[in-house]
Nanobody, 127 residues
Framework: EVQLVESGGGLVQAGGSLRLSCAASGFTFDGYGVGWFRQAPGKGREGVSCLSKNGTSTYYIHSVEGRFTISSDSARNTVYLQMNSLKPEDTAVYYC????????????????????WGQGTQVTVSS
């Protein structure tokens, strides 16, 4: 069974850091494009960051550029989202997603097309 499990969310003060983890079971991230998405209360889901299948392409939504970093650890079959200098507007439920059908060189930051999703982890940033 394919499963993605996020962890690492929590409550942090503005300016703090969190590292989100997305652990995969039932498949390996090698050969899958991966994305991190978030959804704040009353808002739609937005693509925060993504990593191409071959690991050569990344994307960050403008509001997190320079603060967030996506990475992967093949040995642990885990993808991470390091979030630094957090702001209250980063408060949301964060989801990871994966799909094997994407072009290996491209990074997909739209939620359409991702077949596998985690359950989400809450990130709350206090001012």
């Amino acid at each position: 069974e394919v499963q993605l499990v996020e962890s690492g969310g929590g409550l942090v003060q503005a300016g703090g850091s969190l590292r989100l983890s997305c652990a995969a079971s039932g498949f390996t991230f090698d050969g899958y494009g991966v994305g991190w998405f978030r959804q704040a209360p009353g808002k739609g889901r937005e693509g925060v960051s993504c990593l191409s299948k071959n690991g050569t392409s990344t994307y960050y939504i403008h509001s997190v550029e320079g603060r967030f970093t996506i990475s992967s650890d093949s040995a642990r079959n885990t993808v991470y989202l390091q979030m630094n200098s957090l702001k209250p507007e980063d408060t949301a439920v964060y989801y990871c997603a994966a799909d094997e059908d994407f072009d290996e060189n491209l990074c997909y930051h739209a939620s359409i097309g991702y077949d596998y999703w985690g359950q989400g982890t809450q990130v709350t940033v206090s001012s």
